[in-house]
C-alpha cells in the first residue's frame, strides 16, 4: 500500500509465511506488517531520511549438541530490528545535492541585485549629467 502525504511516503509491505500450528503466535497483518518510511527531495526525488521497521522471529527448538538449548520449548521468538539512514549519508547527500542548489539560488539573487543596482546608479548619473549640462542631443 502506497499513499504520499505532503512530502513523506510510506509504504507497507505485507508478506507472511504460513507459521507452525504449536507457534502460538497467528497471522496478523496489523502487526505482523513490514513498515517503511521515506522522505524525499522535491526537485530530485531522492531520500532526504529513510527508515524501515521489521520483526525477524527465530525458530527455537530443543538441542542436543547445545546443553544451553537442551531444555527449550518449541516456539517462536521474536526479534525486533530496524534500519535507518545515517548521519554520514544524509551530510554526504545535503553537501552534494542540496547545498549546491541553495549556493546557486543565493548567486542567482545576488547577481539580480547587483544588477539592479547598476541600473539605479547609471539612471542617477545619467540624470545628474542631463540636468547640469542641459539635454543636447548631439
Not at 530496524?82 to 554520514?88: G, I, Q, R
Not at 542567482?108 to 546608479?121: D, E, H, I, K
Request: hydrophobic share 40%; charged share 20%.
Amino acid at each position: 500500500m502506497y499513499r504520499k502525504e505532503g512530502r513523506e511516503l510510506l509504504c507497507t509491505v505485507r508478506k507472511a509465511r504460513p507459521l507452525p500450528p504449536s507457534s502460538g503466535l497467528e497471522k496478523n497483518f496489523k502487526v505482523f506488517t513490514s513498515i517503511r518510511t521515506m522522505k524525499e527531495h522535491l526537485l530530485t526525488g531522492l531520500p532526504l531520511n529513510g527508515g524501515k521497521k521489521f520483526q525477524v522471529n527465530f525458530n527455537l527448538k530443543p538441542s542436543e549438541k547445545y546443553l544451553s538449548f537442551a531444555n527449550v520449548s518449541h516456539m517462536i521468538f521474536p526479534i525486533f530490528w530496524s534500519a535507518a539512514l545515517t548521519k554520514e549519508l544524509a551530510d554526504e547527500f545535503y553537501n552534494r545535492i542540496i547545498l549546491p542548489q541553495e549556493v546557486l539560488a543565493i548567486g542567482s539573487w545576488t547577481a539580480v541585485g547587483v544588477g539592479l543596482l547598476t541600473v539605479v546608479v547609471v539612471g542617477a548619473i545619467t540624470v545628474r549629467e542631463y540636468r547640469r549640462r542641459g539635454f543636447r542631443p548631439y
